[in-house]
């Protein structure tokens, strides 16, 4: 009795039927997605090359911030003055040598 007790019962499923005639329908591509709630994206964002793009001007725009762009000289003079400009409220001192 006690070897029936703890013994596990047996599952009432639909496994154990055996179908006969019309095979059961596979799981449909909605169904094997089933992404559920996603949030709401942009169309750029359907497109790999456009993400693409996007991170490359998010990337140039953060590179400005970190480096000069070098200026060319305008029509064909060496040297066209400062770059951005004298600040001035900004003085560097040297020490006289003797």
Avoid: C, F, W
Wanted: hydrophobic share 30%; proline share 4%.
């Amino acid at each position: 009795m006690r070897k029936e007790a703890y013994e596990p019962k047996k599952m009432m499923t639909g496994a154990d039927e055996v179908v006969t005639g019309k095979q059961p329908r596979s799981a449909s591509a909605k169904i094997l997605k089933n992404r559920g709630l996603v949030p709401h994206r942009a169309k750029v964002y359907r497109n790999p090359r456009m993400v693409k793009k996007k991170k490359y001007e998010k990337a140039q725009k953060s590179i400005k911030g970190q480096i000069r762009q070098v200026r060319k000289a305008d029509h064909g003079r060496a040297y066209t003055g400062e770059g951005t400009g004298i600040s001035a409220n900004v003085t560097h001192s040297r020490k006289a040598r003797h």
